[in-house]
């Protein structure tokens, strides 16, 4: 079983577009993350969940909109899609308190390419 | 403001030769610090951490780190690489006071030939 899966895992699309990508974790861990890895394999933080309340909300575009229906899900909208949007999101999870000693579980990424 | 370097892109080593994959950080406070490894499209994967005590910690693959205060660094290391190990290194660091934020550096191409 995948701890950590997203779907989809690859996404082409044209720019204007609405679109969502899932994730979903099997951990019971009760902190979920998105992260974008733009191509130059930097890695930012985008938005981080506590059971399903929102923690953590970098400097990201209105577009891009979080939601956790439950502490085991974590979907991100992203409306109006831009070339810039190109890049691989990952999700990840981790369970508060134990995060420093077991770390971050993360799932195999969606790659995003906006045409 | 948190932040980690990784001062190089990529570092190129020999199968059986030791190897080191720099990191240096910048937090106010006490630092939690970590190195995780991204093999090709795959996620990050958790390999080592530093929280308290020892300023040597093991993880996995037989890798460790070595903290260092005063230098503000925390370089990877492994005594003798192997092919295996070439994938995209990762620092990352974490306020002891700021729950879940976890700040990466830009990531290390590490090579092992053979």
């Known amino acids: 079983d995948t701890a950590v899966s997203q779907t989809p895992k690859y996404l082409v699309t044209q720019m204007g577009n609405d679109k969502s990508i899932k994730c979903e974790q099997n951990?019971?861990?009760?902190?979920m993350y998105w992260y974008k890895q733009d191509s130059k394999k930097f890695l930012k933080i985008m938005f981080s969940?506590?059971?399903?309340?929102?923690?953590i909300n970098e400097t990201v575009p209105n577009r891009f909109s979080p939601k956790s229906p439950d502490k085991a899900h974590l979907n991100l909208h992203i409306n109006s899609l831009e070339l810039g949007d190109s890049a691989v999101y990952f999700c990840?999870?981790?369970?508060?308190?134990?995060?420093?000693?077991?770390?971050?579980?993360f799932g195999s990424g969606t790659r995003l390419t906006v045409v | 403001a948190q932040s980690v370097a990784q001062p190089e892109d990529q570092v190129n080593v020999a199968e059986g030769n030791p190897l080191t994959v720099k990191c240096t950080y910048s937090?106010?406070?006490?630092?939690?610090l970590f190195w995780y490894v991204q093999y090709p499209n795959r996620g990050l994967q958790f390999l080592l951490k530093?929280?308290?005590?020892?300023?040597l910690v093991k993880g996995s693959y037989g890798f460790e780190a070595e903290f260092n205060k005063s230098q503000t660094s925390f370089h990877l290391k492994k005594p003798s690489a192997l092919v295996s190990d070439s994938a995209l290194y990762f620092c990352?660091?974490?306020?002891?006071?700021?729950?879940?934020?976890?700040?990466f550096g830009q990531g290390t191409t590490l090579q092992v030939k053979p």
């Open positions: 990840a999870s981790s369970q508060e308190g134990q995060d420093l000693y077991y770390g971050y579980t």
């Open positions: 951990l019971g861990h009760d902190t």
């Open positions: 969940y506590n059971n399903k309340e929102l923690i």
């Open positions: 937090v106010s406070g006490n630092p939690y």
């Open positions: 530093y929280i308290t005590g020892d300023n």
């Open positions: 990352a660091v974490r306020r002891s006071s700021n729950t879940g934020k976890l700040i």
